[in-house]
């Protein structure tokens, strides 16, 4: 064995597949409450005791949970992030979304092997028409995406060119994150919200809280169906990265439909400046067939969709940007 590499460590599935466990238990919430004694914790949470015992004790030797006495396990440092809002807890949670994106991971040999998706060969349907078949997870998606994206940067404009906005719609823009980001920091500017039906009648709760619902409308739909026309800039956040070329480039023609002749189409994230964007998106191979471009790739899928591109660079949080205009 390699002294740089250790493969067994590498080829661990136990401390993953505990961590999701003790998550979708809920045992950091509950010992933040005092509950350490293992037996007390078992009944708490609904399962056997000896059997989390193994589990807890497995992740406090690798520095998650501490085990002070024996069957007694409290919170660290590194544990107490489990108590935190945010996408990790979701994306661990075995019981919503997280589940499915663990189970995917099986697909993974018949993905390299065929260069094709393999979740609907896990579940049964593919991963977009699994979510519409199961509201609840669908549910669970949505919401680990809201909390995924943290706080919305709203500068999408690579020189800041707001002079000739008037009008924004968020291309599968979610629950509206994003574009009540936008509406905020411009108020001159109105929005359209771009998704599917059950995503964007959670909408409300974005809009109304952010003081933006007058500014706003939503379109509920597929963004593979003709778009809301006439609009400015048509922004496309971390879409892209989901689909294949040829998804992908239909997005991007609904998109050039809909901005001509003068509107601009806002690509932010999925696409990198160089060959780097090749790099990861192993999820995204089992998940959707999805993958991270490169600007000279975007450039030919832009060329197809009948979209030029007009100039790009680094946004202020550090998104790479492109702005493209019809041909």
Known sequence: MSDNVDLWALSDLA???????????????????????????????????????????????????????????????????????GPLRGGLNLDGHGGRIAGAWTGLLEAVRTGRPTYGSVYGLPFWEDLDAHPGLADSYDAMMVEGRHVPDPAILVH?????????????????????????????VRGTLVDLPRTVARSAEIFGPAGVADRVTVSPQSFFEPLPAGADVYLIQSVLLDWPDEEATRLLRRCAEAAAPHGRVVVVGGVSADRAAGKGGLLLMVMTGGRPRSLEEFRVLAAEAGLTVS?????????????????
């Open 15 to 85: 401390t993953p597949w505990s961590l999701r466990v003790a998550v979708t238990l809920g045992v950091a919430e509950h010992m933040a409450q005092g509950v350490t004694e293992v037996g007390e914790l078992a009944r708490k949470v609904g399962c056997h005791g000896e059997s989390l015992a193994r589990v807890l004790r497995h992740l406090a030797g690798k520095g998650l949970f501490d085990e002070p006495a024996e069957n007694r396990f409290t919170l660290n440092e590194a544990s107490r992030i489990f108590l935190e809002p």
């Open 160 to 188: 800041d060119d707001w002079e000739d906005v008037g009008h924004v719609v968020d291309v599968g823009g979610g629950t509206g994150a994003m574009l009540a980001g936008i509406l905020r920091a411009r108020p001159g």
């Open 311 to 327: 100039a790009h660079g680094e946004g202020p949080s550090g998104h790479f940007i492109i702005e493209s205009r019809p041909s």
